[in-house]
């Protein structure tokens, strides 16, 4: 074997992917890549240039020439660092306004192309946990471990306002939250290019009523059964 396991963590907007897959990294020493996070870096990128975003030439220049990095935080609660062209972006890239655009940047080829072999470079040698939309079905379709989390629409627009107060940016409705949710799932979902979809190989979790700690045991068992076992035979 020559590189080192691959857990893909899929799902839709909110159902734990982040906060679950950097604690599963934690638990079993890998490598922690945030997707989402580089789609939105970019997004950022495209509103603050100010490119139409319908501007696939423009965007594709721009992606094959910018630097997206990301940088761990100091313990496993805190979230990704994200810097693109040598300006920090970790907050910025969870405004409502990138939140929005970004489906329809995600969409386009160039951009899937470059920030999909950009996934694929870092992840060469395996070690990784890595979660996303594509991950299991077109990153790494050979992943050892492939997890779908899932959520009811309430659920997650719930977790999401809960997010919001915490951040002190509470005066956003439920309603209008899951209206968001079901939007960007439906892009994401319904676009030609490695559309949001559970891979056939996938193992699909439903997060409702659990807690973080409950969905990341679960994880980390299976892959004490399924993955180290194999790797050891
Ligand atoms: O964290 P949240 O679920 O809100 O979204 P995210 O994981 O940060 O992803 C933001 C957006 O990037 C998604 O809505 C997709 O449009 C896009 N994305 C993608 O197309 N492919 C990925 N592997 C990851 C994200
Ligand atoms: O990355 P994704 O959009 O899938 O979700 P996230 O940003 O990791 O999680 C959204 C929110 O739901 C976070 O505040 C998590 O702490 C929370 N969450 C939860 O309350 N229960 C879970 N089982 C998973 C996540």
Known sequence: QDRQPIVAIDGPAGAGKSTVTRQIAQALGLLYLDT???????????????IDIQDEPAIAELVSK????????????????VWIDQQEVTEAIRDLEVTS??????????VRKELVKQQQRY?????????????????????????FLTASVQERARRRQQDLKNQ??????????????????????????????KAVDAIEINTDG??????????????????????KA
């Not at 655009?101 to 160039?110: D, G, H, L, T, W």
Request: net charge negative.
């Open 36 to 50: 989402g996070a580089m789609y939105r870096a970019l997004t950022w990128l495209v509103l603050q240039s100010g």
């Open 66 to 81: 910018c630097e997206i990095q990301l940088v761990p935080g100091e313990n496993p609660q805190e979230p990704v660092r």
């Open 101 to 110: 655009n970004v489906s329809a940047i995600a969409a386009q080829p160039a």
């Open 123 to 147: 992840g060469r040698k395996g070690g990784i946990a890595i979660e996303g939309r594509d991950i299991g079905t077109h990153v790494f379709p050979d992943a050892e471990l492939k997890i």
């Open 168 to 197: 002190g940016k509470g005066d956003i409705s439920l309603d209008e939250l899951e209206r968001l949710i079901y939007e960007r799932d439906r892009k994401d979902s319904t676009r030609t290019l490695a559309p949001l979809q």
């Open 210 to 231: 659990l807690t973080i700690a409950e969905v990341r045991d679960r994880i980390v068992a299976l892959y004490h059964e399924r993955v180290s076992t194999a790797a």
